[in-house]
C-alpha cells in the first residue's frame, strides 16, 4: 500500500515555529515530488511548496518565501517543511501529497495522486 503520514502539528503562536515530517511508504521515493497543501476552514485548498527529486528543485507559495523550507531525506523517505515565523493566516490543516516526477504549478494542486491525512496547525496571536 502506498502510504503518507503526516506528524509534526500542532498549537504555536505568532512568531513560532513548527516542523511538519511526511513519512512516505508503497513508492520509489526518488521517483516523486512531495508537495506541502493546506486548507483553510471556509477556503480552497492551496499548494504551500513542493520539492521535485527529479529535479532537485523546490517551489514556494509568495506567502510562505523566506519563512518556510522544504526539504527532503531520501534514506529516511521523509519529507519536511520546517515553518518559521509563523502567522495566524497559516492555521490550516497541512496535507502532504505525491506526484510521479515533477512537481506541479502549485495552484494545480488536483494534480498530486497521492495524499496523506492532513494534520491542524494552528498558529494563535
Known amino acids: 500500500e502506498v502510504q503518507l503520514v503526516e506528524s509534526g502539528g500542532g498549537s504555536v503562536q505568532a512568531g513560532g515555529s513548527l516542523r511538519l515530517s511526511c513519512a512516505a511508504s508503497?513508492?520509489?521515493?526518488?521517483?516523486?515530488?512531495i508537495g506541502w497543501i493546506r486548507q483553510a476552514p471556509g477556503k480552497e485548498r492551496e499548494g504551500v511548496s513542493c520539492f521535485s527529486n527529479t529535479e532537485m528543485r523546490s517551489y514556494y507559495l509568495d506567502s510562505v518565501k523566506g519563512r518556510f523550507t522544504i526539504s527532503s531525506d531520501n534514506a529516511k523517505n521523509t519529507v519536511y517543511l520546517e515553518m518559521d515565523n509563523l502567522e495566524p493566516e497559516d492555521t490550516a490543516i497541512y496535507y502532504c501529497?505525491?506526484?510521479?516526477?515533477?512537481?506541479?504549478?502549485?495552484?494545480?494542486?488536483?494534480?498530486?495522486?497521492?495524499w496523506g491525512q492532513g494534520i491542524q496547525v494552528t498558529v494563535s496571536s
Open positions: 508503497g513508492l520509489t521515493f526518488d521517483d516523486y515530488a
Open positions: 501529497a505525491a506526484k510521479f516526477r515533477w512537481c506541479p504549478v502549485l495552484e494545480f494542486t488536483n494534480h498530486y495522486t497521492i
